[in-house]
């Protein structure tokens, strides 16, 4: 997976929906940071279909989306989506602070 993938239809885990309605994420922001977001980190191994971290902007603010690719049928699955901790993450937001 490279992050820019076609897709044709996009679902939400029940995990992903409840972080966006806390943190006021919208479905817009979901498919900009896929459309124009980077990867930061690559799980080929995620089962049932590899899955990539990716790191966007949108309004003004830094996102991680976990999104999974189902490439038989360009289905996209978004794992969970979040605003990174900067406590957590480095400022550029690509790289977890070590404990």
């Known amino acids: 997976m490279d992050g820019k ?3 044709e239809s996009l679902v939400f885990s029940g995990h992903a929906l409840r972080q966006m309605f806390a943190r006021s994420i919208t479905t817009q922001d979901i498919r900009t940071v ?3 977001g980077e990867v930061i980190a690559s799980y080929p191994d995620d089962r049932p279909y590899p899955s990539e971290m990716l790191l966007g902007f949108s309004g003004g603010r830094a996102l991680h ?4 690719y189902n ?3 360009r289905s996209g699955y978004v794992v969970t989506a979040y605003v990174p901790d900067t406590k957590l993450w480095s400022e550029d937001y690509k790289t977890r602070r070590e404990p």
Do not use: K, M, N, S
């Open 5 to 7: 993938r076609p897709i």
């Open 34 to 36: 896929i459309d124009d």
């Open 65 to 68: 989306v976990v999104l999974a």
């Open 71 to 73: 490439e038989a049928i």
